[in-house]
């Protein structure tokens, strides 16, 4: 009795070792596969030959540079944390093709994994950004109105997002797809900003975004194919809105034309391409985000090239 007692004791401590080592396993394998999420869900930069077509002003060409600089993400850890520089250029189209009031963007994100699964993820965001032009002209014209031209500009916010999504798997053709949300609230009114802002600017805003991407396998007919399958992002069809809901002087909170700012862009990857998506967008600015024009508010079209941390990996085929 006495040995099939202690012969108990042996199975039930080795069963608990090999459940906190399965468990531990599968934690560290969705620490690694989170940090592809967090990159492939930034958004994308983009060059756009004509810039927002339907703008106030006319513009020769438009671009986006961001990027992911992934400063802590370890299998070890379920936080991460990015430095992430975003700087957007409009170069006008007039003789000295002017930029004037470019917008920069730097700041970084704290990311939190919520549950150990990658197919369905769940993750918190805190982003924190500084915001700016690079002028230091009073941002009023001597009649009162705001100095687009050389007028400073200024802020800092915070971004809280929950996100989440889920693959899905299709038939016998290889290609899956996945549905990617994103629910936030911005803040800008923690910290210091241009004053001239409290002319209408839209500190709090409610975010929601989605995202319905398609991955196939390309390379079929290689000759060197052997074990292994490439598969990229084909497309990605991003829907974007946020809504400011402080107070604005002489605008009430149903006030769309100033609070909303939507876009839904299609992007497109030939197979030939690696990274690169050709991109087509069309939106509303109630408040153009870019810097010191946020008095501006108009619907545009945008096209052109668009790029990312996209998916693009090999696979075994028995995975």
């Known amino acids: 009795m006495t040995r099939f007692f202690f012969t108990l004791i042996i199975c039930l401590f080795c069963l608990q070792s090999f459940a906190q080592d399965s468990v531990a396993v599968k ?139 889920n693959l899905k798997p299709t038939g016998a053709n290889e290609s899956y797809y996945s549905l990617n949300h994103r629910v936030g609230l911005q803040w800008y009114k923690f910290f210091r900003y241009e004053p001239a802002l409290d002319e209408g600017f839209g500190f709090t805003r409610l975010l929601y975004s989605f995202s319905w991407r398609r991955y196939d396998e390309i ?9 292994d ?31 909303l700012n939507a876009e839904i862009n299609f992007n497109y990857s030939f197979p030939f391409m690696h990274n690169v998506f050709l991109m087509a967008a069309v939106g509303y600015y109630g408040e153009d985000n870019y810097n010191i024009y946020f008095q501006d508010h108009y619907s545009y079209v945008r096209l052109g090239l668009s790029s990312g941390f996209l998916r693009n990996r090999s696979r075994h085929y028995d995975n």
Do not use: C
Request: glycine share 6%; hydrophobic share 30%.
């Open 219 to 227: 390379e079929r007919n290689a000759k060197n194919k052997q074990k």
């Open 27 to 165: 934690r560290e394998f969705a620490n690694k596969e989170y940090i592809h999420l967090y990159k492939e869900n930034a958004d994308l930069a983009y060059t756009a030959p004509g810039g927002e077509l339907g703008a106030p002003s006319k513009y020769v060409i438009n671009g986006r540079l961001t990027t992911t600089y992934m400063l802590l993400g370890s299998y070890k850890s379920p936080i991460a944390f990015a430095i992430i520089p975003d700087f957007t250029v409009r170069v006008r189209k007039e003789f000295s093709a002017a930029v004037r009031t470019p917008s920069y963007r730097l700041g970084g994100a704290l990311y939190a994994r919520l549950n150990p699964d990658p197919e369905h993820y769940k993750y918190a965001e805190l982003a924190f950004a500084h915001h700016s032009n690079g002028q230091d002209v009073s941002p009023y014209n001597p009649d009162g109105t705001i100095n687009t031209r050389t007028g400073n500009f200024n802020a800092n916010y915070l971004t809280l997002s929950y996100r989440f999504g």
């Open 229 to 259: 399958k490439t598969e990229k992002e084909t497309w990605r069809l991003n829907t974007e809105i946020s809504y400011a809901v402080n107070k604005i002087p002489a605008r009430n909170l149903a006030n769309i034309q100033k609070r």
